[in-house]
């Protein structure tokens, strides 16, 4: 008889409404709550709860007990732990695609992808701890001869800020939500972490939250490592970024729900970072000698990007820029022409396809625009692609047009010449991305554009789009306000670590009192005396 | 006949009221301000105008203007250009020094070791600069081969942030002020700079402006490198921080003026990150052992430190800890006998006198504290050392005792035993440095307080103090809020770089566009494909 998968001697496929406060599994008791499937339009079981005021206060104070036990640990136990989440994660089975299909009507093949991407990032973030790169380790020695005055023996190492919040991402139930990414990196660099689940997918974050609690438990952590909260409103939210013993906060979602966490860490009596991920448009600029080259292939390339997950990536490509020629009007036709025959796909919530369907509205009504092509028609929550085209000269007069539609909507903007590309360019805001097509006959003309894209951008492709974000060691997922809260970091490959660090020197301390790490039989890549000397 | 000193043909060491605007010198019409000598009460001409609003937009503009330019310098040129200014400085020579010395009430000794650690400072970054390490570069090669998808080519870099603020401090008018260690970070990271001056040492911002100036003349440099403003009011300063084409501040100063700019830079439409340092009383613990083997050496020690130019540093050692014994009290009775023979010390300012004054008004007629010694009677703006003695359970049942009084002025906090020495610790805001006195039979007792300290302060010393703050790699001068507006970051150290930089990543970008650190050729160190590789 098939056993069902159990860690530590408790199952965790099981799905009954529950959240988790520490070592306890409980049911709140504040609103109520349920995940609809977006495809069907059905409620799903069970019943959530929401936690009251007092079940967040025991959530960060059971953190705020863990944080000190928990960031001294061994390297390797921290590692290990992090991969027997990952594990879990994958124990659960397929019960955990399952639920995730019925409450974000994507596909089980991404589901599965984004499974293995979640499991892969708790893996890396555990080769992480072991590297020790992170802790960015100086020494420099003392020299107790030197004139005018003897140099003190000086040592730094990074530590963890302290517990985090981690608000999980609608887009990505799995990879941006209760395991993903911040919690892994946050996790990675010695925070607990309190989560506040999302809304639209409760079971899928049940399910990986129990995983999570296994983990602390058959790894023998402090319980307050791990909570996992459930907010019918925004009070519990609110209240775990305001918490004095959160010291810092990761979300992925809307500018609103991000500035909004921003107000409300930057007014407490000691204000933390927030690393939101917000909004981007992600411009994709086509120039003349690609667009005569292969413009029926980037227009292929283009269009599956803006269909794949119905649109609803971070880099998702929003904005086509060229300059008009013949070529241009190919392009146009041909990604016209592969858009129209494209189905609606179901969006996440019905809330994202409602303002997917006003964004659309607003640009399919706009004087200034052109429709050039839509999909499919659909039903429900599906939302039907949409290709739409403007003069640089009326985007350039209306900023609306550059605020983000969250789904498969496109805007070509087609400017006069490159001094108004340019212009375009330099009207955006900050981005996540942006994408050049080129042969090389267009490198003199890109190469002008790169210094004004990296000031705008935190990632730059060449022939490509930014949908499918690797999680590698030189990847930035991140870029100026207001694609993200904070330009200065990243979400997505290892450098995220850094957003959760401080550095802290030690002064002549004996070697007995020194962490291990700091100590001369140190096993990690440092600075000595400003060279790096590498490690065992 | 002896020349005066010139660079570029220009004469660097003339004191007129100048300020400076890119390549022009001119004098403001905003306002009206002189510097007071604080030791004779003497004003000090020349008459200094601010700018105004136009001057300041001219200010940004042409900082703006020069961000892309200089930017993209070969890393050479920027290094040589910090090392122009720290020889411009050295060549104002004595004229510096003198006006210096009238403007702060410092000793000549003291402001020639400033100079000493400004000129080291600038030509510390230069290095920085050569060596490449701050570019954080990373390099993940393509897998055009794996399975399922191929991984890109993904290659990172860190670039600067824009044009920074940069606010002189009055307690180190050379080291934290035009050409201190904010600017040289951040122009050693690529960022153009406009100094705010601080209206306490107006002449020597002028020389030093006008060393900096001379420096971007001679170096051919875009002129909106560097630009300086005088401000009689608040309005320049406070506009400063509010302009659209600033990415990032430097700040040194009290805790409100630190959160004044820190509400100014978060209510812009993109806010920015501030680097304030604000206020620190910096702990100093005294365990048994310690005080047993050498309580009266360590008195000696800690009211050196806390007279060192008046008391008037960030990392003054205004808190002491320690167990109730007969050796605490003999330390006490020490300290107070070598305070009492001590002078009276001329302030920085008027106000800063008035603020020290009524801040240790404070403690003396405090109830619940004992007034140990004071030094001897001063006059005009000098301020009287003090030193101040309370127990634990008064000290924690009043947060205004453990507020910052910028001076010569120290409370000693006599504590039960272990436990309430924590909770005194535990209760504290965040710090810049803290000391422990012991010796290996203080190891047990002094482990259990590390982690705690370490969640306090940015700088762990043993057996020294704060006071004395070295320039290194491994330096952090920075601690958690309130001490700093930022615990992420160090202001002194080759780390302060860190602050003005973000990450940029390149994908599938042709080795022609690539900027030349980033090409397989780079002759720097590297993460490739997660390991370090050391450079050439």
């Known amino acids: 008889m098939p056993q069902a998968p159990t860690s530590g001697g408790k199952e965790i496929d099981v799905i009954n409404g529950e959240m988790f406060i520490g070592s306890r599994s409980l049911s709140g008791t504040s609103g109520e709550a349920r995940a609809v499937n977006p495809a069907t339009g059905e409620t799903l079981d069970p019943v959530y709860r929401g936690a009251t005021r007092a079940e967040l206060d025991e959530a960060c104070r059971l953190a705020w007990e863990a944080f000190d036990p928990y960031r001294s640990l061994e390297p390797e136990t921290r590692a290990r732990f992090l991969e027997t989440i990952a594990q879990n994660i994958l124990d659960i089975g397929d019960a955990l695609i399952e639920r995730a299909m019925a409450e974000t009507g994507l596909p089980r093949a991404r589901l599965e992808g984004e499974r293995g991407r979640t499991v892969g990032q708790l893996r890396l973030f555990a080769q992480v701890v072991r590297d020790g790169r992170y802790l960015d380790l100086r020494i420099d020695p003392a020299m107790p001869e030197r004139q005018p005055l003897p140099r003190p023996d000086l040592r730094l190492r990074k530590i963890p800020l302290g517990p985090v919040a981690v608000f999980g991402a609608s887009n990505f139930p799995l990879a941006f939500s209760v395991a993903g990414g911040d919690t892994a990196s946050a996790l990675a660099a010695g925070c607990p972490v309190v989560v506040k689940a999302h809304s639209a997918h409760l079971g899928t974050s049940e399910l990986v939250g129990r995983a999570v609690q296994a983990a602390v438990r058959t790894s023998g952590l402090p319980e307050g490592v791990f909570s996992l909260l459930f907010d019918t409103g925004r009070d519990i939210g609110q209240g775990l970024v305001a918490d004095p013993r959160i010291k810092a906060v990761g979300f992925t979602g809307s500018r609103g729900g991000g500035t909004a966490l921003m107000k409300i860490a930057q007014a407490r009596p000691e204000p933390i970072p927030v690393y939101a991920e917000m909004s981007s448009i992600n411009p994709v600029i086509l120039f003349p000698g690609a667009l005569a080259e292969r413009g ?46 494209a189905s609606a796909a179901t969006m996440l919530t ?45 985007f350039l007069a209306d900023r609306k047009l550059a605020e983000e539609v969250f789904g498969s909507a496109s805007l070509v903007v087609r400017c006069r010449d490159e001094a108004e590309l340019a212009s375009v360019l330099d009207s955006l805001e900050g981005q996540l991305t942006a994408a050049l097509h080129i042969t090389e006959a267009d490198h003199e003309d890109a190469r002008k554009l790169i210094p004004v894209l990296e000031r705008k951008v935190g990632r730059i492709l060449v022939n490509g789009f930014g949908t499918g974000v690797e999680v590698a060691h030189a990847m930035v997922h991140g870029g100026p306000y207001p694609s993200t809260a904070d330009g200065r970091s990243t979400s997505v490959g290892t450098m995220a670590i850094d957003r959760f660090l401080r550095p802290v020197c030690y002064q002549d301390m004996p070697e007995a009192l020194l962490p291990p790490e700091l100590r001369d039989s140190s096993p990690y890549d440092r600075l000595l005396d400003g060279k790096t000397v590498l490690g065992a």
Chains 1, 2 share one sequence.
Do not use: W
């Open 296 to 341: 029926e292939k980037i227009a292929h390339g283009f269009i599956t990007s803006l269909l794949m997950g119905a649109g609803q990536f971070c880099t998702s490509p929003g904005l086509i820029l060229a300059i008009e020629s013949d070529k241009l009007d190919e392009f146009i036709a041909g990604a016209g022409n592969a858009l129209q025959s």
């Open 350 to 394: 019905p809330g994202i396809h409602q303002a997917y369907e006003a964004g659309v509205e607003a640009l399919r009504s706009h004087t200034a625009v052109q429709t050039i092509a839509r999909g499919q028609a659909g039903q429900g929550y599906q939302g039907v692609p949409g290709l739409f085209s403007t003069t640089a000269e009326a």
